[in-house]
């Protein structure tokens, strides 16, 4: 069983930066799977990235285009989404989310954190 809490959230300006952490409980943390998701108002929550549990296998929502880093430091239980120069499209809840294997969608996960708001500002 893995729990999972998000922070960093918040407002920044278009072109900002913000650091996304998330903090998770369990003995296995290390073999999970670690995704990020986000979901904006009205629409369905959206993969953002991934990262494998062992190889740290990455891959990226094409609407990233470079500018998010998703990473993970098992010893610290953390995984991490780095957010560099951010749209106003990016304003959404961003979810971390737990899973057995490295996969894009939101029903491969079994473990989800409650949100952390983003909001960018034009």
């Known amino acids: 069983q893995v729990q999972l809490v998000e922070s960093g959230g918040g407002l920044v300006q278009a072109g900002g930066s913000l650091r996304l952490s998330c903090a998770a409980s369990?003995?296995?943390?290390?073999?999970?799977?670690m995704g990020w998701f986000r979901q904006a108002p009205g629409k369905e929550r959206e993969f953002v990235a991934i990262?494998?549990?062992?190889?740290?296998?990455?891959q990226y929502a094409d609407f990233t285009k470079g500018r998010f880093t998703i990473s993970r430091d098992n010893a610290k239980n953390t995984v991490y989404l780095q957010m560099n120069s951010l749209k106003p499209e990016d304003t959404a809840v961003y979810f971390c989310?737990?899973?057995?294997?490295?996969?894009?969608?939101?029903?491969?996960?079994?473990?989800w954190g409650q949100g952390t708001q983003v909001t960018v500002s034009s």
């Open positions: 989310a737990a899973g057995r294997s490295a996969v894009l969608t939101t029903d491969g996960y079994d473990y």
């Open positions: 369990g003995r296995t943390f290390s073999n999970n799977a």
């Open positions: 990262i494998s549990g062992i190889s740290r296998y990455t």
